[in-house]
C-alpha cells in the first residue's frame, strides 16, 4: 500500500507540514510496534515515523460487581493510605516522636474513608453498582514515515 499524506510534524515547539507515506496498516497494535522495532534495530530514523490509530472508540471495560460493603472497604482503605500520608509530610516538621500521630492521623482518616465510601455508593441508589475503566480502543493502526524516508523503510523492510 502506497498512499502519500501530508501530517503536522511537531519538532522544538514548531509545526511543519511534512509529507508521509503508509507503508503497512496492522488490526493489532503489536505487529505495528513490531514493524517500528524492525526498522529502529536496522538504524532507520524512527523519529520520522508514526503509528497512526484509526476508527478509535470509547470502550467502559466492567471489572467488578459494587456493594456497599465493598465500597467502605475501598473508602477505608484510601482514607489509611492518605493518613500514611499525612503522618509522613507532618512527621518530618514535627520536632521529637510523634507516636500519636503515626497511628491516630491513619485511623482517623481511615473511619472518614469509610464514612465517605458509604455516603458516595449511597447517592448513586443503585443507579451505578458497577466498577469499571474507560479507554480507547482503534480498529486499525497505520505505520507512516516522512515521504523522504519510506524507500529506505521499505527497502529494510522487504
Given at each position: 500500500?502506497?498512499?502519500?499524506?501530508?501530517?503536522?510534524?511537531?519538532?522544538?515547539?514548531?509545526?511543519?507540514?511534512?509529507?508521509?507515506?503508509?507503508?503497512?496498516?496492522?488490526?493489532?497494535?503489536?505487529?505495528?510496534?513490531?514493524?517500528?522495532?524492525?526498522?529502529?534495530?536496522?538504524?532507520?530514523?524512527?523519529?520520522t515515523a508514526r503509528i497512526t490509530g484509526t476508527g478509535l472508540r470509547?470502550?467502559?471495560?466492567?471489572?467488578?460487581?459494587?456493594?456497599?460493603?465493598?465500597?467502605?472497604?475501598?473508602?477505608?482503605?484510601?482514607?489509611?493510605?492518605?493518613?500514611?500520608?499525612?503522618?509522613?509530610?507532618?512527621?518530618?516538621?514535627?520536632?521529637?516522636?510523634?507516636?500519636?500521630?503515626?497511628?491516630?492521623?491513619?485511623?482517623?482518616?481511615?473511619?472518614?474513608?469509610?464514612?465517605?465510601?458509604?455516603?458516595?455508593?449511597?447517592?448513586?441508589?443503585?443507579?451505578?453498582?458497577?466498577?469499571?475503566?474507560?479507554?480507547?480502543?482503534?480498529?486499525?493502526?497505520?505505520?507512516?514515515?516522512?515521504?523522504a524516508y519510506a524507500d529506505r523503510a521499505r527497502a529494510i523492510l522487504a
Amino acid at each position: 500500500m502506497n498512499t502519500s499524506t501530508t501530517y503536522p510534524i511537531t519538532t522544538t515547539g514548531t509545526t511543519e507540514f511534512v509529507p508521509r507515506e503508509t507503508l503497512a496498516t496492522f488490526t493489532d497494535y503489536r505487529s505495528a510496534q513490531s514493524m517500528v522495532d524492525r526498522l529502529s534495530d536496522a538504524g532507520f530514523p524512527v523519529a520520522t515515523a508514526r503509528i497512526t490509530g484509526t476508527g478509535l472508540r470509547a470502550v467502559e471495560y466492567v471489572t467488578g460487581r459494587l456493594t456497599r460493603g465493598g465500597a467502605v472497604l475501598r473508602g477505608a482503605l484510601s482514607g489509611l493510605w492518605f493518613g500514611l500520608f499525612l503522618t509522613l509530610i507532618f512527621g518530618l516538621f514535627l520536632p521529637g516522636p510523634a507516636f500519636g500521630l503515626l497511628f491516630g492521623a491513619p485511623l482517623f482518616a481511615a473511619l472518614w474513608g469509610r464514612i465517605f465510601g458509604f455516603v458516595g455508593h449511597g447517592t448513586t441508589r443503585g443507579q451505578r453498582d458497577f466498577s469499571s475503566v474507560s479507554g480507547f480502543e482503534a480498529e486499525q493502526f497505520e505505520v507512516t514515515v516522512a515521504a523522504a524516508y519510506a524507500d529506505r523503510a521499505r527497502a529494510i523492510l522487504a
